[in-house]
């Protein structure tokens, strides 16, 4: 399988514990998005990669809460301290960047998310 | 900024009749338009897009979507509605370079028998 991978998809935690999340996006692609989910909601936006790079932050993203990409390839969320308002569906994108023009590329690429139960 | 709004967080049609789910957005430069579906226990997957090519742009599953300027729409239809078609369905914007997509709140289709 090639698609875009997440793992846990599923952990089940306790008020104060961290989790860390891991997503493997597709080989070839530069850019990497973590969304998080909340049921009946959109997806919205927590951070992004392009390589290593972390080039925006949502202000979602309390200092709780970090995302790594070392070697730009997998990028791991991890979150401190959870809280019950932590509780969602946390998604996982990638794509490639838009060097090339963008109706070669923009269409963002999701894994089946890792669901968090605090 | 950009944003996006879905009229409409469910729509149930008949199995056979038409179906249209709207959205509508707002951008400071010219957009590009997304429709995603999630089936239930599923991650997001792309139906069609909007790139600045045709304004009526088909998608997979038999769905197409319009782009109007002059409305700021992109609303998704369909002719014939298939009980498969029952997900959610996500609108999204984003700018030339690519770098914030910006994702509808959603509306969930029901098919009925």
Known sequence: ?118 | AQSVTQLGSHVSVSEGALVLLRCNYSSSVPPYLFWYVQYPNQGLQLLLKYTSAATLVKGINGFEAEFKKSETSFHLTKPSAHMSDAAEYFCAVTNNDGQNFVFGPGTRLSVLP
Not at chain 1, 18 to 38: A, G, K, M
Not at chain 1, 51 to 70: G, I, M
Request: hydrophobic fraction near 25%; include cysteine.
């Open chain 1, 1 to 118: 399988d090639t698609g875009v991978s997440q793992n846990p998809r599923h952990k089940i935690t306790k008020r104060g514990q961290n989790v860390t999340f891991r997503c493997d996006p597709i080989s070839e692609h530069n850019r990497l998005y973590w969304y998080r989910q909340t049921l009946g909601q959109g997806p919205e936006f927590l951070t992004y990669f392009q390589n290593e790079a972390q080039l925006e932050k949502s202000r979602l993203l309390s200092d709780r809460f970090s995302a790594e990409r070392p070697k730009g390839s997998f990028s791991t969320l991890e979150i401190q301290r959870t809280e019950q308002g932590d509780s969602a569906m946390y998604l996982c994108a990638s794509t490639t960047s838009s060097d090339t023009p963008i109706s070669n590329t923009g269409e963002l690429f999701f894994g089946e998310g890792s669901r968090l139960t605090v």
